[in-house]
């Protein structure tokens, strides 16, 4: 089924250590390692470093091209090479393209949800019409983006902001209906008027839902950056680059992008739900972890 | 029918809307076009012209429904210029990454309510994949998969093999979340119950953590079926694909045809919409099956 290996000795050396690593996490596991916070890190990090071994002794005991998949050492040395192109891609596609136009779509959305919550006519029919279109493939709106705000960053910017837009609105205003009567009733007791209730008890409350929503569209800002670059766009940024080195089938350079496409999107992911369990520290779902 | 009312006018609020950014976003073409015949336009020779351009900005409502329609009835259906064609060529992508991706998630959801190793190894893996823009590595796996001939060895296209494994990455996530949900929500009491009727471990899993899962199933499902078509459109993408909604609408785009190009929209949209009220319906139908009580 599977040939025999050119180079025995990567490709069992390989085998060899992932059976190991499974077996060092078997004990961690044990042992009890997963109550702790560095225990979880320690066996989720041994699995991907069981990954990269496998993956590099795969590629070099049985000699796979570097046209089909490049073995890690030599994609670690294409990123190493090439930091400054990386940079440049970097800052084009995810800082200008993805962060703009996620800070645009997610304030545009927390106001929107704030000004429609006041009438319940139009909560009742935005809900259901964000709900349909948050499903839809609007990633097919690159195209038209790039022909109203033209090749450069600001057609990413807009692909992001219509993409982020209504999953944050949805959840939004689903977040600002989580306060309880009982707490509104108490708010009113204190003669509290429509922006302190809004301020002090129905912002915070839904802060959980509006987190949940930021949390989705940050996947789907770096999505809509790097497509919107496939429509078009100036002679750098990650789609571009990947798309290019696809053609040109550099295969280590399209990894290096998917490297720091993936570095970025778990940074980016990480960083808001940092500031979540900042600022939701008193919801359930944050309390009693290590 | 509470909800019809509100529904209705946001969806006529849209239309409003979108005539007025027609007549705007237009506009311009006009007034140049005017401007280089040395003539002067009044403010309703602009909103006639921008109801009816060829190459619109923002073609009006009325144009992307005829266009619409003659990309879905106005041609034989085998016809490369029939939208319904494209949709087709989408929609099997979408169903075999779908497949894929719901049977890889049920399988990995078993897998970690069962292994505590494989939940903490595998889990933080599979939440990181999701960070990951799956379109960079789109262009690649479409090389990829075209490079060792999956295809030829299944006796599909290879087109085909790319945009499923995009569309099973994009969907096998919702259904794995919930799924580990689902299967480990029989509380301690049910369990215990199955433990003095001396079930099996086989027993509890078939008569109690699956059925328990069924609710969380169909609802990450609708999530998941959405999921697959923006995976099968994404990977039509950079491809060099000449069939299906996301090729259609990159060749339109190419070629300066907004009208063709928002007509593919909708259709995916569409497509999108009558995908989810499919898989409602197989909820409701599987919920009667097992007694669910409206």
Redesign the interface.
């Known amino acids: 089924m599977i040939p025999a290996p050119v180079d025995g000795a990567w490709a069992w050396g390989a085998a060899a250590a992932w059976v190991a690593l499974w077996g060092l996490n078997v004990g961690l596991v044990r042992a009890g390692a997963g109550a702790t916070r560095p225990g979880r890190a320690a066996i989720s990090a041994a699995f991907g470093v069981a990954v990269l071994v496998l993956w590099e002794g795969a590629v070099r005991g049985w000699q796979i091209p570097e046209v089909i998949l490049p073995a890690p050492s030599v994609i670690a040395a294409t990123i190493r090479g090439s930091l400054p192109l990386l940079w440049g891609d970097f800052v084009q596609t995810i800082v200008k393209g993805g962060l703009s136009g996620y800070a645009i779509g997610c304030s545009a959305a927390l106001v929107t949800a704030v000004l429609i919550d006041r009438s319940p006519f139009l909560t009742r029919g935005l809900l259901p019409f964000g709900n349909f279109v948050a499903a839809l493939p609007i990633v097919g709106i690159a195209p038209i983006m790039v022909t109203w705000f033209g090749f450069g960053w600001q057609s990413k910017a807009a692909v992001v902001c219509a993409m982020v837009f209504f999953p944050v609105l949805v959840n939004t205003v689903a977040g600002l209906a989580a306060a309880e009567p009982m707490q509104r009733d108490l708010m009113r007791t204190w003669s509290a008027g429509y922006l302190q209730t809004l301020l002090r008890l129905r912002l915070p409350a839904a802060m959980p839902f509006v987190f949940n929503g930021l949390k989705i569209a940050t996947t789907l800002a770096l999505i809509g950056a790097i497509v919107a670059e496939f429509f078009g766009s100036p002679t750098r940024g990650m789609g571009f680059r990947i798309s290019t080195a696809v053609g040109s089938l550099a295969l280590p350079m399209v990894w290096a992008q998917i490297a720091v496409a993936a570095a970025a999107g778990t940074a980016f992911y990480g960083i808001v739900a940092l500031i979540e369990r900042q600022v939701t520290f008193w919801h359930p779902s944050q309390r009693g972890r290590g | 029918m ?2 019809a ?7 006529a609020a ?1 239309v409003v809307l979108w005539y007025l950014g027609a007549v705007w ?1 237009n506009a311009q073409w006009t007034i140049d076009q005017a401007a280089r015949a040395g003539r002067t336009v009044t403010f309703w020779e602009i909103v006639a012209d921008a109801m009816g351009q060829r190459r619109p ?1 923002l073609p009006p409502p009325h144009q992307v429904g005829a266009a619409l329609w003659e990309g879905i009835a106005g041609q034989p259906v085998t016809s490369k210029r029939s939208l319904v064609y494209h949709a087709v060529v989408t929609v099997e992508a979408t169903f075999a990454g779908f497949l894929l991706g719901t049977a890889i998630g049920i399988l990995l959801a078993v897998g970690i309510v069962y292994s ?2 494989l ?4 889990m ?2 599979a939440i ?1 994949s ?8 789109a ?2 796996i ?3 998969s075209n ?2 001939g999956i295809g030829d060895w299944l006796g599909v296209e290879n087109r085909l093999v790319s945009k499923t494994i995009i569309a099973a990455y994009l969907s096998f996530f919702p259904v794995l979340v919930s799924m580990v949900k689902g299967l480990r929500s029989p509380d301690a009491m049910q369990v215990d119950l199955l433990a003095t009727y001396n079930a099996t471990g086989w027993q509890g899993f078939w008569k109690l953590r699956l059925p328990a899962s069924a609710p969380y199933f169909f609802a990450s499902l ?2 998941a079926v ?1 999921a697959a ?2 995976g099968a ?2 990977g039509e ?2 491809t060099g694909a000449v069939d299906g ?2 090729a259609r ?2 060749v ?2 190419q070629f300066g045809q ?1 009208l063709l ?2 007509a ?2 909708f259709a ?2 569409a497509v ?2 009558v995908l ?1 009220l499919a898989v409602a319906a197989v909820e409701r139908v599987a919920g009667r099956r097992m007694g669910v009580r409206p």
């Open positions: 509470r909800a009312l509100p529904v209705l006018a946001v969806l849209v976003l900005l505590r190793v939940d903490l190894t595998v933080p893996w990181i999701q960070t990951i823009p799956i379109v960079a590595l262009p690649m479409v090389v990829v490079r060792i609708k999530v959405a078509l923006v459109i994404v993408l950079p909604l996301g609408m990159l339109a785009s907004p190009m928002w593919a929209l995916a949209a999108a919409g989810i």
